[in-house]
Structure formats: structure tokens, C-alpha cells
């Protein structure tokens, strides 16, 4: 399997304009998890879905974010419009069907630079 | 919310020489994870133990766990190079999702 792959892999920016995320995680996972990395937060979890199921999305800052999987095999996030604080990297990671809290793989990362 | 919170921030230690991290946590937890990250890269996965384990070992890798501390350890014996990157530990909330650390930066100088 090539793992979980996310696209872009660096995004440069304008504020105000739209951003979209993509990812694609391993086949057969059904837990999909979107994180946000910043030197000052550290990792957080914006959100993540259960068979393509938004299950908890107390971590999206504000409404600019939003997230959808409408397959398995396919999310996006995105964020509309963008401010120069949305600048980061950005993790998707899968999870295969267990309890969660179970090992989490996680995507090469989409850096984003909002100018 | 951040469960887990490493100690030192960063590490520097000299090739061959053995490296520990220190994670503590605040509420009851199922597992406890450690992950690396390489710079740039997203985490990868080191190993898992659960609440009712006290250690395990991964090759050069040997974690332990108290719970009653709420702490634990992960150590990297006998250090290479390759080995310098970012350590996270991640807990679970009520196995509901991950909560990761702020991590330690570990150097290894040749």
C-alpha cells in the first residue's frame, strides 16, 4: 500500500483566498483524521470521521474550516478564506477499524503559507 | 486539550550514546503511543502499550509505563544518527481519538 497520500505537498497563498486539502487514506481504514502543526499549538486534531462520517469536529478553529469525505477513499479540507494565522502543516492520518486510540499512519503533511 | 506533555524539549546527546524521553499525562488512559518525526515528514508510529503493560521493547526501543504516575519513558538505546527527529507521546481521551504532545527535539551529534 503507498500509505495515506495528501495533496498539495506545499501550498503558497493569498488571504482571502480558498484553500483545499486533499487526502487519500489506506484502503480499508476507516477512521480519517485531520491534524493541524504549528510550532506554537503543537499538533491538534481539527476533526475526524468514522466511515466517511463526521464524528468530531470540536477542533475546527471557526467556520472557515470545513471537511468532507463523501467516499472511503477521498477527504477534503478546506478553508474559505484564508488568513495568514491558517499558515501551517497539515495531517491527514487513517486508522484501520479497531477501538479507537489505536496507531494512527499519518500523511507526508500539505504545508500551507497564507501571504 | 494536550494530554500528553514530554520532557526534556530537547535532547542533544553524541552517536552510540542511550537517549530517554519523558512523557506525562493527566486523566485514566487505555494505550499510550510513541511517535517519530523526522524533519519535515509526517509522524511515524514506534510502538503502543497498554495500561495494564509496564514495559516493551522494539529493537533499540524500550518504553515503560506508570500509571500511577501518569508518566512514561521511552528510551533509544546505543543512538544513531538516522535517530535525530521530534518525539511525540499520544494518549487517548476515553479511546475517542489521540492527544498528542508538544514533543522532544532530539539531536544526534556524530
Known amino acids: 500500500d503507498a500509505g495515506v497520500i495528501q495533496s498539495p505537498r506545499h501550498e503558497v497563498t493569498e488571504m482571502g483566498q480558498e484553500v483545499t486539502l486533499r487526502c487519500k487514506p489506506i484502503?480499508?481504514?476507516?477512521?480519517l483524521f485531520w491534524y493541524r502543526q504549528t510550532m506554537m499549538r503543537g499538533l491538534e486534531l481539527l476533526i475526524y470521521?468514522?466511515?466517511?462520517?463526521?464524528?468530531?469536529d470540536s477542533g475546527m478553529p471557526e467556520d472557515r474550516f470545513s471537511a468532507k469525505m463523501p467516499n472511503a477513499s477521498f477527504s477534503t479540507l478546506k478553508i474559505q478564506p484564508s488568513e495568514p494565522r491558517d499558515s501551517a502543516v497539515y495531517f491527514c492520518?487513517?486508522?484501520?477499524?479497531?477501538?479507537?486510540?489505536?496507531?494512527?499512519?499519518f500523511g507526508p503533511g500539505t504545508r500551507l503559507l497564507v501571504l | 486539550s494536550q494530554q500528553g506533555e514530554e520532557d526534556p524539549q530537547a535532547l542533544s546527546i553524541q552517536e552510540g550514546e542511550n537517549a530517554t524521553m519523558n512523557c506525562s499525562y493527566k486523566?485514566?488512559?487505555?494505550?499510550l503511543q510513541w511517535y517519530r518525526q523526522n524533519s519535515g515528514r509526517g509522524l511515524v508510529h514506534l510502538i503502543l502499550?497498554?495500561?495494564?503493560?509496564r514495559e516493551k521493547h522494539s529493537g533499540r526501543l524500550r518504553v515503560t509505563l506508570d500509571t500511577s504516575k501518569k508518566s512514561s519513558s521511552l528510551l533509544i538505546t546505543a543512538s544513531r544518527a538516522a535517530d535525530t527527529a521530534s518525539y511525540f507521546c499520544?494518549?487517548?481521551?476515553?479511546?475517542?481519538?489521540?492527544?498528542f504532545g508538544q514533543g522532544t527535539r532530539l539531536t544526534i551529534n556524530p
Open positions: 492520518a487513517s486508522s484501520p477499524t479497531l477501538t479507537l486510540g489505536e496507531t494512527q499512519y
Open positions: 484502503s480499508g481504514h476507516d477512521y
Open positions: 470521521f468514522n466511515n466517511n462520517v463526521p464524528i468530531d
Open positions: 486523566t485514566s488512559i487505555n494505550n
Open positions: 502499550i497498554r495500561s495494564n503493560e
Open positions: 499520544a494518549t487517548d481521551e476515553g479511546a475517542q481519538k489521540l492527544v
